[in-house]
């Protein structure tokens, strides 16, 4: 029996460990389409600003699988559901955007000792926006065989994200 994105999801949604969540994310960074430069926002909010909500929920449907577990993705997508009156579907992309910062903020307390583990950039500033945060400053540093992604906040505070899974392995 193949195991189905969806399988991965519900496992990970029913029982949300470390193990579940690097099997679900393992899936997503080998989907056809994933990207660490993710813009779900920025190609949907144009769609979004006219009520093209339809022409919205097409676009970024296909930018599953790769955009799972993309905090704006989801809510962005839960945007156009709601405008295109898919009110349940909508509800349930909500819910997917809630457990994937759920999921990232699970993975560290964004100190430097123990940073915030992204798929994609566009994670990083999705975590930032739900804690009020605004990067003043951002700058990647190697610290041993990992990548840590800084962002000196303008109210002064320091946040840090391992970006590791998005350079070539050495």
């Known amino acids: 029996m193949t195991t189905t994105y969806g399988d991965l999801v519900a496992t990970y ?4 460990t ?8 393992s899936a997503v960074r080998s989907a056809p389409g994933f990207t660490p430069d993710l813009a779900a ?7 979004l600003e006219r009520g093209a909500y339809g022409e ?6 296909a930018l ?21 009156g898919r009110t349940d579907a909508a509800r349930r992309e909500e819910s997917l955007a809630r457990a994937a910062l759920s999921s990232i903020l699970s993975t560290g307390d964004g100190t430097a000792a123990r940073p915030w583990s992204v798929l994609r950039v ?12 605004r990067s003043r400053r951002q700058s990647v540093d190697r610290v041993g065989s990992r990548h840590l992604d800084r962002h000196e906040c303008e109210d ?15």
């Open 64 to 84: 599953m699988p790769g955009a799972m577990l993309s905090p704006s993705a989801h809510t962005v997508l839960a945007e156009a559901l709601t405008g295109a």
């Open 41 to 47: 926002d920025a190609l949907a909010r144009p769609l």
């Open 156 to 170: 002064g505070s320091e946040l840090v994200f391992d970006v590791t899974g998005l350079f070539p392995r050495d």
């Open 18 to 25: 470390p193990a579940t969540l690097a099997a679900l994310r």
């Open 122 to 133: 566009s994670d990083e500033y999705d975590v930032l926006s739900a804690l009020g945060k």
């Open 56 to 61: 919205a929920v097409t676009a970024l449907s």
């Open 13 to 16: 949604l029913a029982e949300p």
